[in-house]
């Protein structure tokens, strides 16, 4: 199973970044699927996460569900996270996973994409 990644890149304040994953490697898909990040000196995070069924959850810290939308692609293996009015307390390196869809215990990491929002 591999998780890439894209999307990450140097944005200004407010302006808006579309980050995607492409998962492979289940011939049968995924389970969740969603977004985890980490900010220098702080802990990976859980930003948002999309049931298979498209049932969503999201942090509830810097009002990111207000501003952030998580959507999948079953048939394509894709996970997408659209980041809207971006702040400097978004930067992060993010980082995509995927639950086995055989046992929930099985997660697959993606390599991470850098996001900063410069003021």
């Known amino acids: 199973v591999q998780l890439q990644a894209s999307g990450g890149g140097l944005v200004q304040i407010g302006e808006s970044l579309r980050l995607s994953c492409a998962a492979s490697g289940s011939a049968i898909g995924f389970g969740i699927m969603g977004w985890y990040r980490q900010a220098p000196g702080k802990q990976r995070e859980l930003v948002a996460s999309i049931s298979r069924g498209g049932s969503t959850k999201y942090t509830d810290s810097d009002s990111v569900e207000d501003r952030f939308f998580i959507s999948r692609e079953n048939v394509k293996g894709m996970v997408y996270l659209e980041m809207n009015s971006l702040k400097p307390e978004d930067t992060a390196v993010y980082y995509c996973?995927?639950?086995?869809?055989?046992?929930?215990?099985?997660?697959?990491w993606g390599q991470g994409t850098q996001v900063t929002v410069s003021s």
């Open positions: 996973y995927a639950v086995s869809v055989f046992d929930d215990r099985i997660i697959y």
